[in-house]
């Protein structure tokens, strides 16, 4: 699994962590795409008994089978690359594949991580974002067919309200639909938020990483204790998903735009409108959830990956 300075083994412990951190993370992952880009919830909590109240807990896990599938072959791929790539830098720059990274290093290695992982990232998320918001997508068909009767026509919401309705029966009929409809470019759309959240967003969660694991790893120990990667990976995590928010709610909302007529020309047209209909708070919306979800599954993450590579190289 190994060669001198390429190594196979962080991608299958990439693969593991990213497994594990997908089923602790994916129910506020549901609220906060939720918070993001759909409407009608005053905050976190309202959302949550909102979710629960509608679709009961079934509903946090809506449109995981895609993410558990498809986000550790995304995880396996980010932390590999990023592994890979440290030891590539350190080879070239020291000559020494296993010489420790400098924080220069570690910055061009995770932002170089952050613009390849949203080759594969940007159509993951959008089918999981779609997935998640079907229910607001069914309430806004509704909304604007009750718009479109004559003024005179006095008819009640509920009426017009189909919750059964469903604009993709499940992951691989919603890739197959916006293939048809809007072809490979539709599967990338909000890709270009995504770059401009994922580039300093994975400089802002490796970085953050090594400092905390070498803050809470004694001199005398030659590896973090499990207990420091957990903490670590966890603060990491919140740092990095808190100061992503406001390019992760530009990429939600792109993604969740799934009208024919699109609400959103691009990136910079969703920041503009996004910001006259609703001031400057908008791009924080759903931070709180953000900083609570990454920090369970950052630090399953980190966690696994570290015990899986241990696992790997004693064996």
């Known amino acids: ?11 299958v412990a990439g693969w593991i962590g990213g497994a594990s951190s997908v089923v602790v ?3 506020l992952d549901t609220v906060k795409t939720r918070l993001q880009a759909g ?11 909102s979710i629960y109240r509608k679709e009961t807990v079934m509903g946090f896990f809506k449109g995981m089978s895609f ?14 690359f990023f592994s890979n790539t440290q030891r590539l830098i350190s080879k070239y720059r020291y000559g020494d594949g296993r010489h420790p990274c400098g924080m220069l290093d570690l910055t061009v290695a995770s932002m170089l991580t952050g613009l390849i992982s949203v080759g594969l990232g940007a159509p993951v998320d959008l089918v999981k974002i779609r997935l998640q918001m079907q229910t607001q997508m069914v309430l806004a068909e509704n909304l604007q067919l009750a718009g479109n009767v004559a003024n005179g026509t006095n008819i009640p919401l509920r009426s017009v309200d189909i919750p059964d309705q469903r604009l993709y029966r499940g992951p691989i009929h919603c890739i197959s639909s916006i293939l048809q409809t809007q072809g490979i470019q539709g599967l990338y759309r909000g890709a270009g938020a995504m770059i401009l959240r994922d580039v300093p967003g994975y400089a802002l969660y490796f970085i953050p990483y090594a400092v905390f694991c070498d803050l809470l790893t004694p001199s005398s120990s030659s590896s ?19 100061t992503a928010t406001p390019a992760d709610v530009v990429k939600s909302r792109m993604q969740a735009d799934a009208q024919l007529q699109k609400k959103y020309k691009g990136v910079l ?4 409108q996004s910001y006259r209909t609703e001031g400057a708070e908008v791009f924080f919306r759903g931070a709180s959830v953000n900083a609570i979800r990454g920090f369970p599954m950052s630090s399953t993450m980190f966690l696994m990956y570290e015990l899986s590579l241990q696992f790997f190289r004693s064996h």
């Open 25 to 27: 993370g994916h129910p």
């Open 39 to 49: 409407s009608g919830y005053q905050n976190t909590l309202h959302c949550i008994l």
């Open 224 to 242: 973090p204790h499990p207990c420091s990667i957990w903490l670590a990976g966890g603060l990491a995590g919140s740092i990095s998903w808190v």
């Open 1 to 11: 699994m190994t060669s001198k300075n390429f190594r196979l083994d962080d991608f």
């Open 269 to 272: 047209h969703c920041i503009v």
């Open 67 to 80: 993410p558990l599938a498809s986000i550790t072959v995304y995880n396996s791929v980010v932390f590999g």
